[in-house]
């Protein structure tokens, strides 16, 4: 049973560039949820995605926007890249249907290194 | 808002010690409380939660954790640390609005030492 599976896992990119990440939940999960971890820190909320929906948000700016497909896999994209940016993003899935029952399923992360 | 404070940013025990990491939350309502583990390069791990009932819960890898109201508490206890426990521990609370939120404390990095 494949789990949590994020794309690329290491990334680096020049200050003003935009990106875009990639997240397959696990089998049977239908939301998605993306985090952004920085160095020392505990991962902070960007937001989370069911029926193709942003359903919440963190206090994170317009520049992180994204995308879940029908198939519930998603796409995190950051616009004008800030040196800030540089940060393990997590993917984490769930069923909506277990609430907090299960917890989060998290992928490995990847590494975006802003130049 | 809800939040969470781990106050050790790094803890060293021994092999084969005991080990306590501290969790404080802030939460008006009962709180959703869960514990999970991040070894280096990796994504994170669910040990445990707690929702209501029992508030000594039992996790995996021999973790437990005691939810205190009292306290606003949520530690996480192990009896007997192995070196493979070495990591980041991090304490989150749950927030339900509309969909289901996470929240995360900052982390403890536990160093055992053999």
């Known amino acids: 049973d494949a789990g949590v599976t994020q794309s690329p896992t290491h990334l680096i990119k020049t200050r003003g560039q935009q990106v875009t990440l990639r997240c397959s939940p696990k089998s049977g999960h239908d939301t998605v949820s993306w985090y952004q971890q920085a160095l020392g820190q505990g991962p902070q909320f960007i937001f989370q995605y069911y029926e193709e929906e942003e359903r919440q948000r963190g206090n994170f700016p317009d520049r992180f926007s994204g995308h879940q497909f029908p198939n519930y896999s998603s796409e995190l994209n950051v616009n004008a890249l800030l040196l800030g940016d540089s940060a393990l993003y997590l993917c984490a899935s769930s069923l909506v249907g277990q609430g907090f029952s299960y917890g989060y399923t998290f992928g490995s992360g990847t590494r975006l290194t802003v130049v | 808002a809800q939040s969470v404070t781990q106050p050790d940013i790094h803890i060293t025990v021994s092999e084969g010690a005991s080990l306590e990491l501290r969790c404080n939350y802030s939460y008006g309502a009962t709180p959703y409380l ?11 791990q669910l040990l445990l939660k707690y929702f209501s009932g029992d508030t000594l819960v039992q996790g995996i890898k021999g973790f437990e954790a005691e939810f205190k109201r009292s306290q606003s508490s949520f530690n996480l206890r192990k009896p007997s640390v192995h070196w493979s426990d070495a990591a980041e521990y991090f304490c989150a609370v749950g927030e339900r609005t509309g969909g289901f939120k996470t929240i995360f404390g900052a982390g403890t990095r536990l160093f055992v030492k053999a």
């Open chain 2, 34 to 44: 869960f514990w999970y583990v991040q070894s280096p390069g990796q994504g994170l």
